[in-house]
């Protein structure tokens, strides 16, 4: 078989900016646009899988890489990294600040390597879109910066909550002007100083506030004592993530307690890296396994790694499935499939490790032999939509039976139907919209290019899994 090279990442990530008002009647969340192409027909599976596939670089791993090189020693190159929307709001907002990335050659199938030379930080304007990484880790840079620094991102980022960032930059001296919004827009008033010290937040309600001080924390004058004050931490190995990059770059971060970290001044060492496959983004092509049957083979799963999607080897065979790997090759065996007969079954899943699986875990709940129940997910409400609203909301509209919980989700079996699937801008909703429509003919998903934001392959990647070939104006096929 050949490789698949994406040739065309401009086309679907123009127009995933701003967005006009306009809300879903169900939960209230500001919608996307239409697509220019209208919906899209979910294929469905008439066959089972004997799929094999290469997914592009983590978007996590991308993004942190960028911030880490960009506040480096010396120049990096990061190779087979992630070009999606998320990614290139981070390059663009990078290079706003001062920061010299240019694109390489590189051997990855998806796009060349990025090669970061720091250079002074000054101040400027930063677009952070939907992508949470953007608009929690570079206001910190920002902050470093001689200037000000202006923090925006699309009209459903505004009400994404923030407010930890900015109390966090005021606690380690820095001026923040954001109209006592908490949300975005704001300024970051960079004097080409931080302070830091001992810096208390509480991060409930993402990571990623953890993260983003962490990564620049070794810049910090007096370095940076964090302690989190909430009662519970979410996606904890996003954290073991940061902690994991910063050690490659030479950074240590010292852990005194549950809950506190420690990051004395320090350099950060220029590297070089390739960066992983996105084994979130793999959740849906391996569930597909359970629902139509067949194998769905991964290449390049690392032996190791600090992705939470990681957690779907150990999760799917919970709910039927068969994991076999084979050097760095991952293979998911759902049987029979629920097309064929087969069935899923139902689990509770604490989902506190990664709530990013949890479209992927509602979806195949649909289909399971009882009722089942996703907690540990409350933070969704606060991500690129209202997941959880919105979850529940296109499962009914396809005839299914969930609710909201105060932590999570509950799913219960009931025969679905074809029906259109709102996206509301949300990668992981418009996949599992996808993957619903694998055995339900009639799902048409409103926007499947909201998937640009960490996967703007996905919907040749999920043809191709399906053996229907890739999308000739936009791949080229490449001999082994």
């Known amino acids: 078989m050949g490789v698949l090279r994406y040739s065309g990442r401009d086309e679907l990530i123009l127009g995933l900016g701003a967005r006009p008002e306009e809300t879903d009647p169900v939960t209230g969340d500001i919608l996307a646009p239409p697509s220019e192409s209208g919906p899209w027909s979910a294929p469905t599976a008439e066959a089972p899988l004997a799929a094999r596939l290469t997914?592009?670089?983590?978007?996590?791993?991308?993004?942190?890489?960028?911030?880490?090189?960009?506040l480096a020693d010396g120049p990096s190159t990061i190779r087979r990294p992630l070009h999606s929307r998320d990614t290139s709001l981070m390059v663009d907002g990078l290079r706003a600040l001062g920061i010299d990335i240019a694109e390489?050659?590189?051997?990855?199938?998806?796009?060349?390597?990025?090669?970061?030379?720091?250079?002074?930080?000054?101040?400027?304007?930063?677009?952070?879109?939907?992508?949470?990484?953007v608009m929690r880790f570079l206001p910190i840079v920002a902050a470093l910066a001689l200037g000000p620094t202006n923090v925006d991102g699309d009209p459903y980022a505004r009400k994404r909550?923030?407010?930890?960032?900015?109390d966090a930059l005021r606690g380690i001296g820095v001026e923040v002007n954001d109209d006592g919004r908490g949300t975005m827009p704001f300024t970051v008033h960079g004097t080409g100083e931080v302070i830091g010290g001992d810096l208390a937040i509480d991060a409930s309600a993402s990571s990623q506030f953890v993260s983003g001080l962490l990564l620049a924390a070794p810049r910090f004058r007096d370095g940076l004592t964090l302690r989190h004050t909430g009662e519970r931490l979410p996606s904890m190995p996003h954290?073991?993530?940061?902690?994991?990059?910063?050690?490659?770059?030479?950074?240590?971060?010292?852990?005194?307690?549950?809950?506190?970290?420690?990051?004395?001044?320090?350099?950060?060492?220029?590297?070089?890296?390739?960066?992983?496959?996105?084994?979130?983004?793999?959740?849906?092509?391996?569930?597909?396994?359970?629902?139509?049957?067949?194998?769905?083979?991964?290449?390049?799963?690392?032996?190791?790694?600090?992705?939470?999607?990681?957690e779907f080897l150990r999760i799917l065979?919970?709910?039927?499935?068969?994991?076999?790997?084979?050097?760095?090759?991952?293979?998911?065996?759902?049987?029979?499939?629920?097309?064929?007969g087969g069935v899923v079954r139902a689990a509770d899943l604490d989902l506190t490790i990664g709530g990013e699986l949890a479209p992927t875990f509602a979806i195949l709940l649909a289909f399971a032999d009882g009722p089942s129940r996703l907690t540990g997910i409350g933070h969704l409400r606060g991500h690129e939509t209202d997941r959880l609203a919105a979850l529940v909301a296109e499962i009914r509209r396809l005839g299914g039976d969930a609710d909201e919980l105060e932590d999570g989700l509950e799913v219960r079996p009931a025969p679905l139907h074809g029906g259109a699937w709102e996206a509301y801008a949300d990668h992981r909703i418009a996949t599992a919209g996808a993957l619903a429509g694998l055995i339900v003919p009639g799902v048409t998903v409103d926007d499947i290019g909201t998937t640009a934001k960490t996967l703007p392959e996905f919907p040749e990647l999920w043809n191709a899994m399906l053996g229907r070939g890739a999308h000739a104006t936009r791949w080229e096929q490449l001999p082994l």
Do not use: Y
């Open 55 to 70: 997914l592009p670089g983590s978007k996590s791993l991308t993004n942190r890489e960028l911030v880490l090189a960009a």
């Open 104 to 133: 390489v050659p590189g051997d990855g199938d998806f796009g060349p390597d990025l090669r970061v030379t720091p250079g002074e930080l000054l101040g400027g304007t930063i677009d952070g879109g939907l992508a949470g990484t």
């Open 161 to 166: 909550p923030m407010r930890t960032t900015i």
């Open 239 to 310: 954290i073991r993530m940061t902690i994991a990059c910063l050690a490659a770059h030479g950074v240590q971060v010292d852990e005194p307690e549950e809950g506190v970290w420690h990051v004395a001044p320090q350099p950060i060492r220029a590297r070089d890296v390739d960066i992983e496959p996105d084994l979130s983004n793999a959740g849906p092509f391996l569930a597909a396994a359970l629902l139509a049957g067949g194998t769905v083979t991964i290449d390049g799963w690392p032996e190791q790694t600090t992705q939470v999607g990681d």
């Open 317 to 340: 065979p919970r709910l039927g499935a068969t994991v076999t790997r084979t050097g760095d090759a991952v293979t998911v065996d759902g049987g029979a499939g629920v097309r064929g």
